[in-house]
T-cell receptor
Framework: RKEVEQDPGPFNVPEGATVAFNCTYSNSASQSFFWYRQDCRKEPKLLMSVYSSGNEDGRFTAQLNRASQYISLLIRDSKLSDSATYLCVVRGAGNMLTFGGGTRLMVKP | GAVVSQHPSWVICKSGTSVKIECRSLDFQATTMFWYRQFPKQSLMLMATSNEGSKATYEQGVEKDKFLINHASLTLSTLTVTSAHPEDSSFYIC???????????????FGPGTRLTVT
């Protein structure tokens, strides 16, 4: 079983749609959680951290369920520019980051 | 945010040659640097972790004699792919983590990546 698992997609959605991505992690001792965005042939960039209480940044909402070891990202009012691969990232022992396989999102006009 | 640079951004080399990739933290001191590899449509896989002034720690399955890592200063780490073969063609990304005394809590910043093609 992979340490961090994501549905690879692709998720094809029209502009303005709401889309949700899920992620599960296997190590219950994981300490911090993040969503990164990676555009084609570019490095990953931090989108947002994920807190236990849930957090929102504009159109993006992240949720964490430690009991279920489950993380989610919700994107509202999708824009064409949201098309990218979204990486679920978990920080564990030794402050090491472990990346999920990524979920590809394609927003169509 | 902090800036990490990589050079070159892309390189094409012939099979059997060696390629050196540089990773620099431009505005902070990086006690620890990481090297990742990403094949098409796959996620980033950690190759090795390097701490300034000491030997790198390689992940299982990564040949340390093939992928030479040098972290000689707090702002520079290099990855040398020796005797490159076509299967080494990949996107190599470095990441630098700032010094814990910086006040930031172990933030990790990524370089723009180096695309290596071995013919």
């Amino acid at each position: 079983r992979k340490e961090v698992e994501q549905d690879p997609g692709p998720f094809n959605v029209p502009e303005g749609a709401t889309v949700a991505f899920n992620c599960t992690y296997s190590n219950s001792a994981s300490q911090s959680f993040f969503w990164y965005r990676q555009d084609c042939r570019k490095e990953p960039k931090l989108l947002m951290s994920v807190y236990s209480s849930g957090n929102e940044d504009g159109r993006f909402t992240a949720q964490l369920n430690r009991a279920s070891q489950y993380i989610s990202l919700l994107i509202r009012d999708s824009k064409l520019s949201d098309s990218a691969t979204y990486l679920c990232v978990v920080r564990g022992a030794g402050n090491m980051l472990t990346f999920g396989g990524g979920t590809r999102l394609m927003v169509k006009p | 945010g902090a800036v990490v640079s990589q050079h070159p951004s892309w390189v094409i080399c012939k099979s059997g040659t060696s390629v050196k990739i540089e990773c620099r933290s431009l505005d902070f001191q990086a006690t620890t640097m990481f090297w990742y590899r990403q094949f098409p449509k796959q996620s980033l896989m950690l190759m090795a972790t390097s701490n300034e002034g000491s030997k790198a720690t390689y992940e299982q399955g990564v040949e340390k004699d093939k992928f030479l890592i040098n972290h000689a200063s707090l702002t520079l780490s290099t990855l040398t792919v020796t005797s490159a073969h076509p299967e080494d063609s990949s996107f190599y990304i470095c990441s630098a983590r700032d010094d814990p005394t910086s006040g930031r809590r172990y933030e990790q910043y990524f370089g723009p990546g180096t695309r290596l093609t071995v013919t």
